[in-house]
Nanobody
């Protein structure tokens, strides 16, 4: 599956953004989807994931409930709603997908074989 990530930009601390991950396949609803991010000088890290089965979701503990991942079946798109952004959220955000993926394996980037190109989020203080 081909993925197109979008929605990044420059925002001020405290504001919100919604990232989109649009897929090329109608069967996208059967894919587990994850969001990862890579800040300057740091390794890529897990942010959130949505399992292929039902509504099971996973979040990084560091987010303190500020982000929400959701799926729009009609448009084959997975969203990452990011609230109360702070400068530490500045990073390139990537979406990734794997057919049939579910469970805690979604937290591991090696679980995925399809990746989007990344979208840059910059949060100013």
């Amino acid at each position: 599956v081909q993925l197109q990530a979008s929605g990044g930009g420059l925002v001020q601390a405290g504001e919100s953004l919604r990232l989109s991950c649009a897929a090329s396949e109608r069967t996208f609803s059967s894919f587990g989807v994850g969001w990862f991010r890579q800040a300057p000088g740091k390794e890529r890290e897990f942010v959130a994931a949505l399992a292929s089965t039902g509504e099971q979701t996973f979040y990084s503990d560091s987010l303190a409930g500020r982000f929400v991942i959701s799926r729009d079946f009609a448009t084959n798109t997975v969203y990452l709603h990011m609230n109360r952004l702070n400068p530490e959220d500045t990073a390139v955000y990537y979406c990734a997908a794997q057919y049939g993926a579910s469970g805690t394996g979604l937290l591991d980037e090696s679980e995925y074989n399809s990746w989007g190109q990344g979208t840059l989020v910059t949060v100013s203080s």
